[in-house]
């Protein structure tokens, strides 16, 4: 396979983004990854209308990895409080998984928060029963620092569940 390259989303890139989003976190396809929320969470992921929101705001970024013009990976940083900046949206293609694609778009957004925003420090939340994804965020670097955040359950913007104890973990780690 061709080795991705990884650039700055723009507005036209949001319908193959969304499509990559979808394809990764979502339904049968997002089966083929050793990775998904499908087993949690039915409906979108999110929608063109918040992917194109995330891309006019200058607070935030979302770094695609393509081969050629096809999306294949794809994460999200944003300027967090003081010197921390969040990531999130990480999504790997199901064919691409277990490939490295998702380190390298971690290390391109740790990178591009550090001099984008001055972060120090970077954060995310994670779905608390995806056991096997917190674990490959530690292998990485980052550790849980103890506090959980509400899922927003009631709202169909960000799936719907399949069970109501869904929360999130929040992660975080140094950078250098």
Do not use: N
């Amino acid at each position: 396979m061709s080795e991705p390259t990884i650039r700055s989303a723009t507005i036209a890139d949001v319908p193959a983004l969304h499509a990559l989003v979808e394809g990764a976190y979502r339904g049968d396809s997002a089966r083929g990854g050793w990775t998904h929320e499908a087993d949690l969470l039915g409906g979108q992921r999110t929608d063109p209308a918040a992917l194109a929101a995330i891309l006019a705001d200058a607070d935030h970024r979302i770094l695609l990895a393509c081969v050629g013009i096809d999306p294949v990976g794809c994460v999200q940083i944003g300027r967090g409080d003081g010197t921390t900046a969040t990531l999130g949206l990480l999504a790997v293609a199901p064919g691409r998984q277990a490939g490295g694609l998702g380190r390298r778009l971690i290390a391109a957004a740790e990178a591009e928060a550090a001099t984008r925003f001055g972060a120090r420090r970077m954060e995310m939340t994670v779905i608390v029963q995806r056991d096997e994804l917190i674990a490959w965020y530690e292998r990485r670097g980052y550790v849980p620092t103890g506090e959980t955040r509400p899922f927003p359950l009631d709202d169909p913007r960000f799936g719907l569940p399949v069970r109501r104890d869904l929360a999130f973990t929040v992660l975080a780690k140094a950078l250098s």
